[in-house]
């Protein structure tokens, strides 16, 4: 454990680096290259030089991928078909390898971190890959009382902080968000939607394919969650009143990585959920994240819109887990490798654009 709290944590996070993003915007126009014709990836290289405060950026990598686990009282309310028993289950997928994040992250060199921040039945592996920091069996049903106790949202934040602080000191460059925990897309819509101003019907989708009746369901509960809350609610009321455990480490995990200056790609909308959250309590995280992509859920274009930004891919993905951000690995580390390995109009002794004819 670190010695650092989350809400000490959220003091030393500073802007990315003008200066050096002016210095990459400045270095793509003179890359072999008509300007802009690599699109986002400029972007992203761009950014990546403003997170490192340097130009060219270094390329991100070793990455790690940290998948929080944590059930969710909710299910209570019929807002999902799964058993609770299937998080439990999952995570021990995730320790023996057998997971889609484990090929996506096997697929593009990333170490898998896999952390019990609060799942509520036996979780069957004896795995040494399991980082056992279960805050609470669970969370609380969400539709009729508080999630957490703000106690327990600390504690989950605090326990994300710690992953992202000693998955950075261990060597990582770049860090992945993952998620896993049976109700949670009802949580993280309720969260977007306290954040975002948002109907309960804008931001709730079907999240592991739930049918029209049970989608009508998830969206009631949602709504009698939001109705206890007042407008102004401090972020820290509204995470306890909402969220997961997992949800709760995640935006601490954000934060953390933040503050070591370090790239978060971010995945589906359990992660954005964390990741708005995140930017409630220090704006400036929001210089450090990179959407890996567009979930098909309701709520991720809503915090994309909230964030202002754009993803890297948009493949019609909502698995969680960090497989979408995942996948976006490498083009984001391509982008670093454009503005530190392609040639300059000069070094390549190029000309650069035609003069005027005679």
């Known amino acids: 454990m670190t010695s650092q709290g989350f809400f000490d944590a959220c003091r030393t996070v500073v802007p990315a ?11 793509q126009a003179r890359l072999t290259k008509p300007r802009g014709s690599l699109g986002s990836v ?18 991100p990598a070793p990455v790690t991928v940290a998948v929080f686990a944590g059930d969710h009282g909710v299910v209570a309310e019929g807002v999902t078909p799964w058993p609770q028993e299937v998080t439990a289950q999952m995570v021990a997928n995730f320790c023996a390898g057998g997971a889609a994040i484990n090929v996506l992250a096997r697929h593009v060199g990333a170490e898998v971190v896999v952390v019990d921040v609060g799942v509520a039945t036996p979780i069957p592996t004896d795995s040494n890959a399991l980082v056992r920091r279960n805050v609470a069996p669970g969370t609380r049903n969400l539709a009729v ?8 949202a600390v504690a989950a934040l605090d326990v994300g ?15 992945v968000t993952g998620d896993m925990g049976i109700g949670n897309t009802t949580s993280a819509a309720a969260l977007i939607a306290a954040r975002s101003g948002r109907s309960a019907a804008e931001v709730t989708g079907r999240g592991t394919g739930i049918d029209d009746a049970m989608l009508e369901r998830k969206k009631v509960v ?4 939001l109705s206890r809350l007042a407008p102004d609610a401090e972020p820290l009321v509204v995470l306890a009143e909402l969220g997961g455990l997992e949800i709760a480490a995640l935006c601490g995990f954000v934060v953390g990585a933040a503050t070591r200056r370090v790239p978060v790609i ?14 409630a309590f220090v704006p400036e995280v929001i210089d450090y994240l990179i959407v890996g992509h ?19 891919l948009d493949l019609g993905m909502r698995l969680g887990e960090g497989s979408g951000a995942a996948l ?7 982008a670093a490798k454009i503005l530190r390995e392609m040639a300059t109009f000069d070094s390549a002794g190029v000309s650069d654009k035609a003069g005027p004819s005679n």
Do not use: K, N
Not at 18 to 27: P, Q, V
Not at 145 to 152: H, K, R, Y
Not at 328 to 334: R, W
């Open 161 to 175: 902080l710690d992953v992202a602080l000693q998955s950075i000191a261990a060597g990582a460059r770049m860090v």
């Open 17 to 27: 680096d003008a200066a050096a993003a002016s210095a990459a915007t400045e270095l």
């Open 145 to 152: 009382v508080p999630a957490m106790t703000t106690e327990e």
């Open 42 to 59: 400029e972007d992203i290289g761009i950014r990546l030089s403003a997170m490192a405060g340097t130009c060219p950026p270094p390329v």
């Open 328 to 334: 976006a690995v490498p083009t984001v580390q391509a």
């Open 266 to 279: 971010v995945d589906g909308v359990i992660a954005a959920a964390a990741s708005l959250m995140a930017t």
């Open 294 to 312: 567009r979930s098909s859920e309701p709520g991720s274009s809503v915090v994309l819109e909230e964030l202002g930004l754009a993803p890297v």
């Open 222 to 225: 949602i709504a009698q969650a």
